[in-house]
């Protein structure tokens, strides 16, 4: 059946990977990547050869109409970014949204997604919470900042290496910087950390010990 398959792929160990992905991965028509290079890597783990596409952020826009051109001459596509689920702070929703104003199926299959073990692993109320994503680098920051220091609930971001301090210390003047965080880096990889504090205790950690790799910072709600 023709349709549009949303694969996630692991966000570091690769035994991670579900059974129904790899029977997806080797089951569809076509594989769009976020990374054809990356993705190229897990194919040649699994030893499954498979095409690739290119389909990612630069090019989205471009490319949706060619693949619902596929799906409708009865192809199967699947869709993967170069880790986790894709549409989460990755390329997908753009082709999702086409897909489904097409009357083209969707099958999203469950699987790796970097902020639930980080968020459950971070200590705070699970119960409700609030996924920002990666902040607006320049125009926008300070009123997404101002935003979510008014929310109650626990707060999750992503963040590049490079920046995670400046974050930090943006998160210390808008929300206190006795408010506690937790910073999640490397999740499912050897050097899988959770540094836990105050934001002043991790400005000062990460400033003297600069960090590395995929981070997730969780945020607890005030008083939390």
Known sequence: MSKLILIPTPIGNLGDITLRSIEAIKSVDLLLAEDTRQTGKLLKHLEINQKMWPHHAHNEHKTIEAVLDKIKSGEKIGLVSDAGTPGI?????????????????????????????????????????????????????QTRLKFLAELPCTIILYESPHRLVKTLIQIGEFMGNNRNVCVVRELSKVFETFQRGAVSELVEFYEKNPPKGEIVVIIGGEGK
């Open 89 to 141: 702070s990755d390329p997908g929703f753009l082709l999702v949204r086409a897909c489904i104003q097409a009357g083209v199926p969707i099958e999203p299959l469950p699987g790796a997604t970097a902020f639930v073990p980080a968020l459950v692993g971070s200590g705070f109320p699970c119960d409700k919470f609030f996924f920002e994503g990666f902040l607006p680098h320049k125009k926008g920051r």
